[in-house]
């Protein structure tokens, strides 16, 4: 028997509110989503512009309210959760964002930096998490003396060594990656895609790995869900959706390159 996916999500409806007091409710930004994410996997999820996929990532990190549907963490009701109970949770997730500058303080040294949400569970500064540190920035491949350097003194690629570093600080089982490739060269992208791949299977990490680039997905995922306004139009194993895809969209896609190509709206 299979192990139970760390995620589930059931019909998740996601809708912004009307701009005006009589206006008519927009459309949903993410229409009735329904995946699951088995433990140890990568679900890669793509999109153009405007398509739900970071409205979709919002609402899983409970940044947005969601309208219905179900989410189950690890089993629990996700969305349910509140107070004490929903921060001891949020542990259990990792987050990689787009731009790691826009992420990192450039007032607090390396080791600051990922020190601050050990810090903020509670941890005491010592020298036992001096060590941890340490060992989480030579795990994603820096090496000791950055940890008195700060932000402003990094390339792109060393900064979201960094951003990982602090993402794992916790020993979180689920990370959710948001284009954490798009704003580097594309040399440091297929260099931060194998440190990725290196720790999912060292550390046994289930990821959502949000992306506009399927060559991307390719190389990383072992599923793919394609999203276009709002709407989930195909979904499956990589491999599968990539050789054989089912939707004329996610043909258009291929063909265009393995690039999504910008909304055209």
């Not at 140890?40 to 947005?64: D, F, M, N, Q």
């Not at 090496?143 to 979201?160: H, I, K, N």
């Not at 550390?203 to 394609?226: I, Y």
Request: net charge positive.
């Amino acid at each position: 028997m299979s192990p139970a996916p760390i995620l589930e999500v059931r019909d998740l409806v996601v809708r912004y509110r009307a701009r005006g007091l009589f206006a008519a409710a927009p459309k949903p930004a993410v229409n009735g989503a329904s995946f699951e994410l088995a433990r140890g996997e990568t679900l890669g999820i793509v999109g153009e512009s405007g398509s739900g996929k970071t409205s979709l990532l919002r609402a899983l990190l409970r940044l947005l309210p969601v309208e219905s549907g179900s989410v189950r963490l690890e089993g629990q009701d996700w969305l349910a959760l509140n107070g004490d109970v929903l921060r001891r949770v949020r542990q259990k997730i990792g987050v990689v964002s787009q731009n790691p500058f826009l992420s990192l303080s450039p007032r607090l040294t390396i080791a600051e930096i990922i020190a601050e949400p050990m810090l903020a569970r509670g941890d005491r500064s010592n020298l036992a998490m001096r060590a941890r540190i340490k060992s989480l920035l030579s795990d994603c491949g820096l090496p000791s003396d950055f940890l008195e350097r700060r932000a402003r003194e990094l390339s792109g690629g060393q900064a979201q060594r960094v951003a990982i570093a602090r993402a794992l600080a916790l020993a979180p089982k689920l990370m959710i990656l948001d284009e954490p490739t798009s704003a580097l060269d594309v040399s440091v992208q297929a260099q931060i895609l194998n440190l990725l791949a290196e720790l999912k299977e060292s550390r046994g990490l289930s990821m959502l790995f949000v992306t506009h680039n399927l060559k991307v997905v390719a190389h990383m995922a072992d599923s793919l869900m394609v999203m276009r306004r709002g709407d989930v139009v195909e979904s499956g194993r990589t491999e599968e959706v990539v050789r054989t895809p089912a939707q004329d969209y996610t043909r258009e896609l291929l063909a265009f390159g393995l690039n999504v190509r910008p909304d055209r709206a």
